[in-house]
């Protein structure tokens, strides 16, 4: 066994063991979801649709930390529904911004609207967020097409919705839209280990190869180390 093949199951197994340590050291708070349903917390729209990624302010009106967690679904009948960016504590009796992504195509994000809590995203839809780079606009922008994609398809339609919005947003053309579809398209088809013909049959729970993930944890050290 070569030393970079034991290098790589080592850092593998640090990774997962980490993410677990992580994960259980940052949940100090009751779930969106059951703050939500006691009363205790109001979610608003923040920004306009085209935002990449958007905000959201959550109120935490009750009594105790409320644990925001990525993959926390959002949703509305008046503007976009979204999928939390990000883990987040909100103390009892505060609020904060908090980052999420666009779920629909089809829809417009409208500021100002109050948004209610609906479960959980797929593995599928919390793996992308989580393997994405917040401070790179490329970036997100190609995470947020993916979403699209898994919620919608690879032809989902780019002329309507936040797609019209993201294009005026970013002042680019329908052409470079299109490119960053395609180019989306190919990065889900890697990561899940399908073909791009056969994005609909990614098994929205399934885990992306080992690789895609160490690459993920990568790509977060470096986001959040400055390195």
Known sequence: MSI??????????????????????????????QAYTDGNVVIT?????????????????GNEAIDVQVGDVLISNSSQNLVIAQNDTINKNSSDIVSAYCIQPTQRAVPGVKLTVNGTSSNAIIQVIEGS?????????????????????????????????????????YTNYRQTVAAAAAALASKFNVTVNNISSINQNQTANSVDSLNSFLNWFKTNTGI
């Open 45 to 61: 729209q923040v920004t306009p649709a085209g935002s990449i990624p958007h905000y959201v302010n959550i109120t935490n009106n």
């Open 133 to 173: 780079n917040p401070n790179d606009l490329n970036n997100v922008t190609n995470t947020q097409v993916q979403i699209f994609i898994l919620t919608s398809g690879v032809n989902f339609y780019i002329y309507s919705g936040e797609p019209v919005a993201e294009v005026l947003n970013q002042s680019i053309t």
């Open 4 to 33: 970079r093949l034991v290098f790589l199951i080592f850092v593998i197994v640090i990774f997962a063991a980490g993410t677990g340590f992580l994960s259980y050291s940052q949940s100090t708070g009751i779930p969106l979801a």
